[in-house]
T-cell receptor
Framework: ETGVTQTPRHLVMGMTNKKSLKCEQH?????MYWYKQSAKKPLELMFV???????ENNSVPSRFSPECPNSSHLFLHLHTLQPEDSALYLC?????????????FGDGTRLSIL | DAKTTQPTSMDCAEGRAANLPCNHS???????VYWYRQIHSQGPQYIIH???NNETNEMASLIITEDRKSSTLILPHATLRDTAVYYC??????????????FGKGTHLIIQP
């Protein structure tokens, strides 16, 4: 089982839709991350939050908008996506970003853009 | 972060120890070695990490060479459920950054019945 829960597990949406991905961690961590995993590609870091503050945006297009209302919750708001955005979106958390503690991942949201 | 080199794939018989090597010859003093695995359709699962000393937990053992240029992940009694892609990642902490993990291609470990 995992202490990081992502919903929904699967999402199909059209290019003009607006949807949100949700991540919740029950580990008492202070840092949360969004990654993208496309078919046959390594994981790509998208965003990092540490103590609710965004500390990294890895050149992600503005059609992806993260939100971190508290240390336990992380959202990824999606709008006007492209077919190449179809991928597995993974959320992770860690104690913080400074001490070398490992990241723990959820099982991801499989996103398909029609 | 230092680069890592892993074999593309490995086989291991069920019940035997699986030894997965990783080379990280450019590792620097403040960089940890992390191991994760990913089973199809699931998120990466943290296994173990270490800095200098060998480490052991309920899942695996991590053996780091004295010069820290390579390491070996050992699954002591492999089961069919250990079939997965195993990633060796080296990452340092400067105290000012917020870097994510850099996953390479990993080793596809196949446990044979």
């Amino acid at each position: 089982e995992t202490g990081v829960t992502q919903t929904p597990r699967h999402l199909v949406m059209g290019m003009t839709n607006k949807k949100s991905l949700k991540c919740e961690q029950h580990l008492g961590h202070n840092a949360m991350y969004w990654y993208k995993q496309s078919a046959k590609k390594p994981l790509e870091l998208m965003f990092v939050y540490n103590f609710k503050e965004q500390t990294e945006n890895n050149s992600v297009p503005s059609r992806f908008s993260p939100e971190c209302p508290n240390s336990s919750h992380l959202f990824l708001h999606l709008h006007t996506l492209q077919p190449e955005d179809s991928a597995l979106y993974l959320c992770a958390s860690s104690q913080d970003t400074l001490t070398g503690q490992p990241q723990h991942f959820g099982d991801g949201t499989r996103l398909s853009i029609l | 972060d230092a680069k890592t080199t892993q074999p593309t794939s490995m086989d291991c018989a069920e019940g035997r120890a699986a030894n997965l090597p990783c080379n990280h010859s450019t590792i620097s003093g403040n960089e940890y070695v992390y191991w994760y695995r990913q089973i199809h359709s699931q998120g990466p699962q943290y296994i173990i990490h270490g800095l200098k000393n060998n480490e052991t937990n309920e899942m695996a053992s991590l053996i780091i060479t004295e010069d820290r240029k390579s390491s070996t992940l050992i699954l002591p009694h492999a089961t069919l459920r250990d079939t997965a892609v195993y990633y060796c990642i080296v990452r340092g902490y400067s105290g000012g950054g917020a870097d994510g993990l850099t996953f390479g291609k990993g080793t596809h470990l196949i446990i044979q019945p």
